[in-house]
Structure formats: structure tokens, C-alpha cells
């Protein structure tokens, strides 16, 4: 008895290219994914990319805030999303802080929400103070207004008078050690209405904005930062103009902190150099790229693997119906 | 119009100022009469109950309902006198609305309650047991009692303006060291991890399940691949560069009808949000006709 007949049967190539195995294929993405973002922080790589409409939107209201404007932060995402959804919040956070905003933070999401949101103005915070910045000070400059189990029926209050909706809230007075409303704090102290407020932003990884647009979206500008996946369903919402800005996801992310970069100049071209008061103006020397911009290579090389993962099992597809019709 | 001067809106009987004894005795009363309540279910014959249940979901459901439809005053005032029987059942509904958010709020954060109940129970009797998995309810139980220990240990320190000044200082203090640990050491990561695992399967599922096998998949095919390469700023920048070389932008229509973003803006709004649009709106109805099953009490498993 020869070998030829006992050894293993050759897989002919399209079957091959059909059948890579998933340790392999675990192993590839890893590998990718964690080279691109070892190669973004050791060259500082910057991917160029090209705002939509709806981030230069989202841009131009928040970068527009006036000095001591306020504006209202509901986070609704987890860690499980901190890769598309802290970007952004960070992105956020910088643009408020630089643009001298007030803020108050809260959430009806989840509890650790708060929490989370409390680690990123920490960080931004770290970062101002390295910069030789004021930080933002709690009581005086920002708020974190807390969670509600109920965020439709508080929204709901929010609608008819955002002062009872909040009026058992407390925050520390730092000069006197006392907890007291929030509303005598600087930041709510001259919102009576809602409207008062400059904007409203909600970061969330699931389909929250609705239940805020249905009760004061015609009071408040809303603007949604949002997960690559939620995106499509919002979009709706910005079509319509019940939302007033919208970002998404991470390559959302990038612009925002691509426009930071850039601005808009007086003729509303992102990057331009027309003469004139800007639309949005960029923090020109100012630490823009950072959450986004670190993983934007990374998702370029995932993608591009994704691609090719699927252009292989095709051809192996293709080889293959060609054999077995000869 | 609230005027200025007027910092805090007074509270309500059913609000107090947080940390007050009249909050602590609100808690205690709410608590004890929700266990009274729960009680007296039980001790009514099963007949009774979904009866019962119906009732109060009705009356939960009609508030919300009178309080969309019914007309409401745009500058609602809690001084303002009624004209009428009409504007005065307005000024009601408007008036409680506050009241009954805080007790929606309670509600709320008692299912929370509900729910660490329920998950102990379950964890708690599995390990006691020693039944299969045992260890990992004893992983479980542990991770959320220290969770929670050290969470408020940090919380109460950071309660006095010393206390928070402290522990922005001297984040190596005790409390502040393990929570942050905890939380920002193990179980920030540990959550992101869990999610970016998705990234593996979704690699592993289109390499495996993406094929051209029909029109409809080709279709399918081509569009995600319009919109990957479209989420790729290099991609869009570089093919952006190379087609400038060929026309301007404005300059002619063939050119601009290449580029990726007018391919995927236009897929976006004539296919994907219309689609999309559709189904909310069938969403949407199927929502409403379920809430009206649930208002009503018709939906089965909810009264029966």
C-alpha cells in the first residue's frame, strides 16, 4: 500500500480560503487592532477625516455657548461603550470648559453613569490644571445633579417647570460646607425655565433621545452623541430638525475633535482662513486629538480587515462553485 | 413666571430635604406601609387581586393620559386661580405632577431594590446549597458586598467639605484607594472588555456569513461596503484627493456622483432612514396598542 493513499486529503484552495480558523482569525484582529493603536501613540498619527453636516451642527451650537451659558449633560452610557462614548465626552467637556459653560450632569439611566461622567471631568480636569488652567470647580462651575430611576416622568416635570423637577436636589457649598439647593448655586441659579438652558446633550449607547425630544425638544436645543449603532435610528430625528446636532459614534468623535482642531471660518468652511468673526472657532495650540483620534487608525485597520476577511471567503466560494462545475 | 429672588420652590408633604429626620421617617413610613401593602394583597383571595391590580394600573395610566390630552396652561402658576371647572382640573393635574415624579422616582429606585433582592436570593441560595456554580455566586456575592462597601465608605468621607478635599488630595487614602480599585481599576475595564469581545464574533460571523449568493445578498454586500469605506475618513480624504484631480467639487456631476460620501448620503437618506422611518412608525403603533393591553389590563400575565 503506497502513502499516496493513507496520507490526508489536500484541501484545494477554495475551500482553504473558505475555512480559516477562528483562533486565527481572533488572533489577526488582535493583532491589527492593537499594532495601529501602538503605531497612533508612538507616531501620533492624525487620520484625516471630513465632518457631516450634523457634527458641524453639534459643534457650532457648543462651541457657541456664551460664557456662563448652561448647559445640561445626560449620560446614559456605561463602560461598555467608553470607546465611542467617552471620546466624546471628553470631547464635550473640553469644548464647555474652554468656552467658559456651566453645567450640570445627570442621569436616568443608569446609576454608575454618574460616576463614570465624575472619572471623566476628573481627567479633564487633570489635564487643564497640567495645561496651567483654572479647573472646574463643583457648586461653582459645574453639577452633578444625580440619578433618577424615572427619567421620563422627570423630564416630564423638566417640561412644565425644571424647578421642581430638581428642587430636592443638593450639592456642598464649598465656602460654607452646607448642602444646599441646586438652584442656589452658580450654575442653575438664573434658570427658572427650561429654556434658560442653552443646550441639551445626551450621551448614550441606547434609544434614550426619543423620550427627551417628545417632552422638550421644542423648549431646548437637543443635541445626541450617540454609538455608531443607535446612529441610523437618530438620524431621523435630525432630519425632522427635532434634533439639532448629532454625533456619531467614533468617526464622529474624530470630527469633533477634527473641527476643534480646524474651526469653521466666516464663510463655514471647516479648516478655512476667510476673514471674519468664525462660524465656530478652533482652540487653536490647545490638546484636541485625543480619545478619537487614538482609535480612528485602529478602526481604519479593522475595517480594512473586515473587508479583506470577507473578499477571501468569497473568492474561496468562487474557486470553489468553478471547480465543481468542471 | 418664578421670580428670582425665589431660590427653591417649597416642598411638598410627600418631599423632604435630603439627609432630614423627615426624610428618614418618609423612607421608614413608605417602606413599612409598602410592606403593609404587599400584605394585605396577599391576604386577599386570588379573585381580588388582579381586580385590584387593574384598578391601580388604570388610575396610573389615566393620569398620564388626562395630563397629555387634557389642555394645560403654558405659564402654569401654583397661585393662579381657575376660571372654570375645566381650567381647574388643569391647574390639578399640572399642580401634582411634581408629587407624583417623586413617587415615580421612589417606584423606580425600589425596583433597584427589587432587583439586588432578587440576584441575591438567587446567589445566595446557590452557594449555601453548594449547587453547580456554586463558586461563581460566591464570586458574585463578594464582588457586590465590597462593591457596595467600599462605595459608601468612600461616598460618607467625601460627605463633609474636609472629607472631599481629602480625597481630591490624597487619593491613597483607604476608601478612596479601593473603591477607585474597584471600580475604576476592575470593573471599568472588565465592562469595556466584555463589550469589545463583540468585535471578535462580528469579525469571525462576516468572514463566515457574508457571501455573494444571490442578487439580494450582492445588494447587501455592496452597500456595506459603500458604508465601511464611507466611515473611513482616510479612505473618503485620499479618494476626495484623486477624484479633485478629475473635477473640482461643483464642477461635474459624474465626478461628484463618485464621491463616497454623496454615495452613502445618498443611501442614507433614500433607502436606510426612510426604512428605518417605516419601522419606527410600526414601532411606534405596536407600542401604543401595547400600552393600551397593558392600561387596560387586557394583556395576559399582567392581572392574571
Known amino acids: 500500500m503506497s502513502d499516496q493513499n493513507t496520507g490526508p486529503a489536500k484541501k484545494p484552495i477554495g475551500e482553504l480560503l473558505q475555512s480559516a480558523n477562528r483562533t486565527f482569525l481572533y488572533f489577526i484582529l488582535f493583532l491589527v487592532v492593537s499594532l495601529s493603536l501602538v503605531v497612533t501613540q508612538i507616531r501620533k498619527v492624525e487620520v484625516p477625516t471630513r465632518p457631516e453636516a450634523y457634527t458641524i451642527e453639534a459643534y457650532k451650537i457648543l462651541r457657541n455657548v456664551p460664557p456662563g451659558g448652561v448647559v445640561i449633560v445626560d449620560t446614559g452610557f456605561t463602560n461598555s461603550s467608553r470607546g465611542e462614548n467617552g471620546g466624546q465626552m471628553e470631547a464635550l467637556l473640553r469644548i464647555l470648559m474652554r468656552s467658559g459653560a456651566k453645567f450640570a450632569v445627570l442621569s436616568w439611566v443608569e446609576p454608575q453613569c454618574i460616576e463614570i461622567a465624575r472619572g471623566f471631568i476628573r481627567t479633564i480636569n487633570e489635564e487643564r490644571k497640567a495645561a496651567g488652567e483654572a479647573p472646574y470647580r463643583e457648586w461653582e462651575d459645574y453639577l452633578i445633579l444625580g440619578f433618577f430611576p424615572d427619567g421620563p416622568t422627570m423630564l416630564q416635570t423638566v417640561h412644565q417647570n425644571v424647578r421642581e423637577a430638581w428642587k430636592t436636589r443638593q450639592a456642598t457649598d464649598p465656602s460654607t460646607g452646607e448642602k444646599k439647593s441646586v438652584f442656589e448655586s452658580p450654575v442653575l441659579r438664573n434658570v427658572q425655565r427650561i429654556e434658560d438652558v442653552y443646550a441639551y446633550v445626551t450621551l448614550s449607547a441606547s434609544g434614550t433621545m426619543p423620550t427627551i425630544v417628545a417632552r422638550i425638544g421644542k423648549q431646548v436645543k437637543v443635541i445626541s452623541m450617540i454609538t455608531g449603532v443607535m446612529f441610523p435610528e437618530q438620524l431621523n430625528y435630525y432630519k425632522s430638525g427635532q434634533l439639532k446636532g448629532l454625533v456619531n459614534g467614533l468617526s464622529g468623535c474624530v470630527e469633533l475633535e477634527w473641527l476643534m482642531e480646524k474651526g469653521i471660518d466666516a464663510a463655514g468652511v471647516v479648516g478655512g482662513d476667510a476673514p471674519g468673526k468664525p462660524v465656530a472657532a478652533a482652540f487653536k495650540g490647545a490638546k484636541n486629538f485625543d480619545r478619537g483620534m487614538a482609535y480612528y487608525l485602529a478602526l481604519h485597520s479593522a475595517l480594512t480587515l473586515l473587508i479583506l476577511a470577507v473578499a477571501v471567503g468569497n473568492v474561496g466560494m468562487w474557486l470553489t462553485n468553478r471547480s465543481k462545475k468542471r | ?304
Open chain 2, 1 to 304: 413666571m418664578i421670580p428670582l429672588a425665589q431660590a427653591t420652590q417649597p416642598l411638598s408633604f410627600w418631599q423632604a430635604e435630603p439627609g432630614s429626620a423627615k426624610m428618614w421617617a418618609l423612607i421608614v413610613g413608605a417602606v413599612v406601609v409598602g410592606f403593609v401593602a404587599v400584605a394585605a394583597l396577599l391576604r386577599t383571595p386570588t379573585r381580588v387581586r388582579p381586580m385590584i391590580v387593574s384598578a391601580v394600573t388604570f388610575l396610573g395610566g389615566l393620569y398620564f393620559v388626562l395630563h397629555w390630552l387634557w389642555p394645560t396652561a403654558q405659564d402654569y402658576s401654583p397661585d393662579e386661580v381657575p376660571r372654570n371647572a375645566v381650567e381647574g382640573f388643569s391647574f390639578w393635574l399640572q399642580g401634582t405632577l411634581p408629587s407624583v415624579t417623586a413617587f415615580a422616582q421612589s417606584l423606580g429606585a425600589m425596583l433597584l431594590g427589587i432587583g439586588i433582592y432578587s440576584l441575591l436570593s438567587i446567589h445566595l441560595g446557590r452557594l449555601l446549597k453548594r449547587q453547580k456554580d456554586w463558586f461563581f455566586s460566591l464570586v458574585f456575592t463578594l464582588s457586590m458586598a465590597s462593591m457596595i462597601l467600599f462605595g459608601y465608605w468612600d461616598w460618607i468621607t467625601r460627605l463633609t467639605p474636609e472629607g472631599a478635599k481629602a480625597a481630591s488630595e490624597t487619593p491613597s487614602l483607604f476608601p478612596h484607594f479601593a473603591k477607585d480599585l474597584l471600580f475604576s481599576g476592575l470593573f471599568i475595564n472588565m465592562d469595556a472588555v466584555m463589550f469589545s469581545i463583540i468585535a471578535f464574533f462580528i469579525f469571525s460571523a462576516a468572514y463566515r456569513a457574508f457571501r455573494i449568493r444571490s442578487t439580494e445578498s450582492t445588494i447587501l454586500l455592496g452597500t456595506a461596503l459603500i458604508v465601511m469605506l464611507g466611515l473611513m475618513g482616510g479612505v473618503v480624504v485620499s479618494q476626495d484627493t484623486l477624484l479633485n484631480s478629475l473635477a473640482k467639487p461643483g464642477e461635474s456631476v459624474i465626478v461628484d456622483s463618485l464621491r463616497l460620501p454623496t454615495i452613502r448620503t445618498w443611501i442614507q437618506d433614500n433607502l436606510q432612514s426612510p426604512s428605518i422611518r417605516a419601522m419606527e412608525f410600526g414601532l411606534a403603533i405596536g407600542g401604543l396598542a401595547m400600552a393600551l393591553r397593558l392600561w387596560l389590563s387586557i394583556e395576559k400575565g399582567v392581572s392574571h
